[in-house]
């Protein structure tokens, strides 16, 4: 069965600390890749994706990640965090199949960035 | 344009009750889904649609029904709502990119 696992389940950090947060998932096929994030009593926004090309993905407010193939990860990075980065971050994965267009959600990381 | 929209945006019911829960979204998106949220275990999937009048189970069906009678509409029915359902609800819509609502907080007690 696919997976989405992330490393990390609390992080607190520095304002202008460097993040990176892990992600990994299990299926051999193609996939699309997601980071999601969910600030404080909201809905999920979507940060960035991965559908194929350049592996390094560029999203809204600083954020970067990674696909690396041959690892099965997708992390997410930012230079540096401010204290408006608090909240809670998903990585998800597409795995196309003849299920429809379903999301494998990891667990979540919540990020806390101290002032 | 809304994108999605949910409601109500909180509930409290009693074990047994039941409810539906109504999402609703501007995109002509064919694929919408339900999803509950936990803590310490993301989002699961309940159920999901790829087109008007189809429906199909997700991760975590059990105790919830769902009915796509228009394309815009996608609704979560509890019948006989149990305290293991006290979630979060969250609808999205579309495909390669999935757009969510607001989300419904649900209480059973």
Redesign the interface.
């Known amino acids: 069965a696919q997976s989405?696992s992330q490393h990390n389940?609390h992080v607190i950090l520095s304002e202008a600390a460097s993040l990176e947060l892990g992600c990994n998932y299990s299926y051999g096929g193609t996939v699309?890749l997601?980071w999601?994030v969910q600030y404080p009593g909201?809905?999920?926004?979507?940060l960035l994706?991965y559908?194929s090309g350049d592996p390094l993905v560029k999203g809204i407010k600083g954020f970067e990640a990674e696909f690396i193939k041959s690892k099965f990860s997708f992390n997410l990075r930012k230079p540096s965090v401010q204290w408006s980065d608090t909240a809670e971050y998903?990585c998800?994965v597409?795995a196309f199949s003849n299920?429809?267009?379903?999301?494998i959600?990891?667990?979540?990381t919540e990020l806390s960035v101290k002032p | 344009n809304a994108g999605v929209t949910q409601t109500p945006k909180f509930r409290v019911l009693k074990t047994g009750q039941s409810m539906t829960l109504l999402c609703a979204q501007d995109m002509n998106h064919e694929y919408m889904y339900w999803y509950r949220q936990d803590p310490g275990m993301g989002l699961r999937l309940i159920h999901y649609s790829v087109g008007e009048g189809t429906t199909a189970k997700g991760e975590v069906p059990d105790g919830y029904n769902v009915s796509r009678l228009k394309k815009q509409n996608f609704l979560l029915g509890l019948e006989s709502a149990a305290p293991s359902q006290t979630s979060v609800y969250f609808c999205a819509s579309g495909q390669q990119t999935q757009y969510f609502g607001p989300g419904t907080r649900l209480l059973v007690l």
């Open positions: 989405v389940h699309n997601f999601y909201q809905h999920l926004q979507l994706k559908f998903f998800a597409n299920q429809g267009g379903k999301l959600f990891g667990q979540g």
